[in-house]
Structure formats: C-alpha cells, structure tokens
C-alpha cells in the first residue's frame, strides 16, 4: 500500500501563490489516480483537482484556470500548484491515492490565506 505525506502549506496572502507537495511511499504513485481535496472548518470536504494514472487532470469549477496539478514520477511526488489563493479557500488541504478498490489519504497541510 502507499503513504502519503502532504507538505507545502503555510500561511499566504490573498492574490498569491502556494505549490502543495504529496510524496508517496511503498509503492510508485504513478499506478494511483491521484487527488487533492480540502476541508474547511465547519464544512464538508471538497474534491479540488486529479490526475489519473495516464496524467490526465481535472479540476473542480472553482480553481479551474489558477491551480494545476501535476505528476512526478522520479521523486514518486503529486503536486498542487495553486495561484490567486482566495480567503475563503482557506482549509485542510488532503491528497488522496485511488487504485481498484484501495484508497489511502494523507494527514493533510494547513492553508491558511489572509492578510
């Protein structure tokens, strides 16, 4: 099974940029679909982005334009690359590995965007 590490977050004005990294473990990320979520206080968790096994992404509504996801497969890492970071986009934010009926998550990584 994979282990997956989320790092990257910190605190970030409103307008800026942040890139969230998920390294995985036991097991090459390549063969997972892989996905971030986030989940702010109070609300439901929400699917952000993916990218599936042959690299295809997608992207919720809300982020489509300013985030991108991406796939590195030498250091066996998922990245979130988030621009124009907004305050109600402040949550948890998680990353998720998916292979036939196996699913594993992270602990995720604060974002927090104010000024």
């Known amino acids: 099974q994979v282990q997956l590490v989320e790092s990257g977050g910190g605190l970030v004005q409103p307008g800026g940029s942040l890139r969230l990294s998920c390294a995985a473990s036991?097991?090459?990320?390549?063969?997972?679909?892989v996905g971030w979520y986030r989940q702010a206080p109070g609300k439901q968790r929400e699917w952000v982005a993916s990218?599936?096994?042959?690299?295809?992404?997608k992207y919720a509504d809300s982020v489509k334009g300013r985030f991108t996801i991406s796939r590195d497969n030498a250091k066996n890492t998922v990245y979130l690359q988030m621009n124009s970071l907004q305050p109600e986009e402040t949550a948890v934010y998680l990353c998720?590995?998916?292979?036939?009926?196996?699913?594993?998550w992270g602990q995720g990584t604060q974002v927090p965007v104010s000024s």
């Open positions: 036991g097991d090459a990320v390549s063969i997972y679909a």
């Open positions: 990218i599936s096994s042959t690299d295809s992404p």
């Open positions: 998720n590995a998916v292979r036939h009926c196996y699913e594993f």
